[in-house]
């Protein structure tokens, strides 16, 4: 038997024990336009699944619908590249998100350009899971997030808050305008710190471009939204030490990221290479561990299925909207992306990573803590 049948038939086994049938009729199922996938995927993983995409050598009706079930069925555990064994050694060995090696996630992923986003996003620029408990579009859904951590934090008018990776700035406008508070955002992002700095113009707001360990100061509040994901294990210890540091003594800190099931030092290879380098998801152990003798968990609220319905919205704007933007977002580009979004949806959906959202007090507070929802 010929390699090139060997490496069809092992790959339409492995698709089968997902329900998956290569050029089958549903809409989960995938259709091979290049004889060279099997050997691609089979060789690189996850990575060569999404590069396969990217270049046209696959295609199905329904790409979070297929990428689900290759995850219910944990096919991504089970076919791994060499690439994929040397960045797990190599997260072992480097901090990879260390001053110099973390700011490439703001060169390459979050200074991609403002007109994507603001397509992408909606009217809130809020790149992090809406609140969809009472919303019924992404916008009330955003908002009533950022309101959700106002409460949880409790703010009141003339209070100090500092928010750690603060993206676009829609939570400190929000703190400021509804809440009366005074505020700092740090990002790496160059694009970011520009459009927020417009958007809060004529607030108590100061925006900076700055590495989250610069800080030395105190505020009354922390918040931080969708940047933990970007710390490093490694990190963790010092990231929350940074956050005592800055906190005072009757204070509360936020944190809202991304969890994952597992312990890991890494993210996805293809994630990684194309989407946010140098990142990896926090395990509830791992976040645990590293809050050990520097703060008390209050509250930890999980909602991760709004993720998926998040990442519905973006991507239902996104595909409206492609048309309209610049043609630097070509073709592989919009497969990149389709892949990215339908990737979180399934990972979401399947239940392999989470949205949690903690309240965390320096010494614990007296009578306990009344977590709004």
Not at 8 to 22: F, H, N, P, S, Y
Not at 47 to 60: K, P, Q
Not at 216 to 236: L, P, Q, W
Not at 314 to 341: G, H, K, S
Request: charged share 30%; glycine share 8%; proline share 3%.
């Amino acid at each position: 038997m010929a390699t090139s049948e060997r490496l069809r038939r092992r790959v339409r086994a492995l698709l089968e024990q997902a329900d998956i049938r290569i050029d089958g009729s549903r809409e989960w199922d995938l259709r091979v336009h290049d004889a060279r996938f099997h050997a691609r995927v089979l060789a690189q993983g996850s990575l060569g699944l999404g590069e396969a995409y990217m270049d046209g050598w696959w295609e199905t009706g329904s790409l979070d619908g297929l990428l689900l079930r290759m995850m219910r069925a944990r096919l991504d555990e089970r076919v791994h590249g060499l690439g994929e064994v040397l960045d797990g050694a190599r997260a072992l060995l480097f901090n990879l998100q260390d001053r110099r090696r973390g700011r490439a996630v703001g060169e390459r992923h979050y200074d991609l350009g403002n007109d994507l986003y603001a397509a992408m996003l909606g009217r809130l620029m809020v790149y992090s899971c809406g609140y969809w408990r009472h919303a019924t579009d992404l916008d009330a859904a955003q908002e009533a997030k950022l309101d959700l951590c106002c409460r949880k934090l409790g703010l009141r008018p003339g209070m100090r808050l500092l928010d750690i990776g603060c993206g676009w700035g829609e939570m400190l406008r929000f703190a400021a305008e509804r809440y009366g508070v005074a505020g700092v955002g740090v990002t790496i992002s160059r694009e970011q710190a520009a459009y927020a700095r417009r958007l809060c113009a004529g607030l108590p707001v100061e925006i900076r471009l700055q590495d989250y360990r610069e800080l030395d100061e105190r505020f009354d509040r922390i918040v931080s939204i969708g940047m933990f994901e970007h710390v490093g294990v490694k990190n963790y210890r010092r990231y929350f030490r940074l956050a005592r540091r800055c906190l005072e003594k009757d204070g509360l800190v936020l944190l809202h990221t991304i969890g994952s099931n597992v312990s890991r030092h890494r993210t996805d290879p293809w994630i990684d290479r194309y989407i946010f380098p140098n990142s990896m998801l926090p395990s509830a152990a791992q976040i645990a561990r590293a809050l050990e003798r520097r703060f008390v968990i209050e509250d930890w609220h999980g909602f991760g299925p709004d993720y998926d319905r998040t990442l519905q919205a973006w991507r239902d704007n996104i595909e409206r909207a492609w048309d309209t933007l610049p043609p630097r977002y070509d073709q592989r580009f919009r497969r990149m992306w389709r892949f990215y979004l339908a990737a979180s949806m399934a990972s979401f959906r399947a239940r392999r990573i989470q949205l949690w959202q903690l309240v965390l007090s320096p010494d614990g507070l007296p009578g306990g803590y009344d977590a709004p929802r």
